[in-house]
């Protein structure tokens, strides 16, 4: 068995495009790289004050609480409908839409619609968005590397290459070579 996968956690919000960018790069990466990819959906109105993402990101909380497997591919239909379709991510219907792309069935869909706005996911939503401030945020993305007990903070989707060094590893661009890391 190799060593054990070294965490990176991901805060992003859908309303990024940068985040985006950063997103796709990890999850390419996480396995070539052995690491674990904790992804944390963050409000980017509770670092950057009026953006407007906040149904969405409460929906990708409460994925991420019921059904983690699905989180990667509800926060990439997101993405694909805001940045690739100009579609508006702040409409109920648009967010099941994409949960149903996502694989999600309706019922399911529309179930965690319904809870967007309990006091478990706000909470939730609002101690993910204060621990990206602990770590300095000022913006999304951020990628937190924890590696051999020390914390590393790195803001934007430009750093990647820093990050390959930190984890000790070959940075082959933004679409490495290896099929394993397939979307």
């Not at 990708?60 to 239909?77: G, N, Y």
């Not at 706000?122 to 204060?130: F, G, I, R, V």
Request: proline content about 6%.
């Amino acid at each position: 068995m190799g060593p054990l996968p070294r965490t990176l956690e991901l805060f992003y919000d859908v309303l990024s495009p940068y985040s985006w960018l950063a997103f796709e790069v990890l999850c390419r990466y996480k396995n070539i790289w052995n690491v674990s990819l904790q992804l944390r959906p963050t409000l980017i109105a509770g670092i950057m004050k009026d953006s407007g993402s906040l149904t969405a990101m409460r929906f990708l909380t409460v994925v991420k609480l019921e059904h983690p497997e699905l989180l990667e591919k509800v926060s990439r239909e997101l993405w694909m409908r805001i940045w690739s379709r100009d579609e508006d991510i702040t409409e109920p219907q648009s967010i099941l839409a994409a949960a149903e792309k996502a694989g999600m069935s309706t019922g399911q869909a529309q179930e965690l619609l319904e809870r967007v706005s309990t006091p478990q996911v706000k909470n939730q939503l609002k101690e993910t968005t204060e621990a990206a401030c602990k770590y300095g945020a000022f913006g999304l993305p951020v990628t937190v590397a924890h590696l051999d007990d020390e914390t590393y903070m790195l803001f934007g989707s430009d750093r990647m290459e820093l990050l390959a060094h930190l984890l000790g590893e070959k940075w082959m661009g933004p679409v490495p070579p290896a099929v394993t890391a397939r979307l």
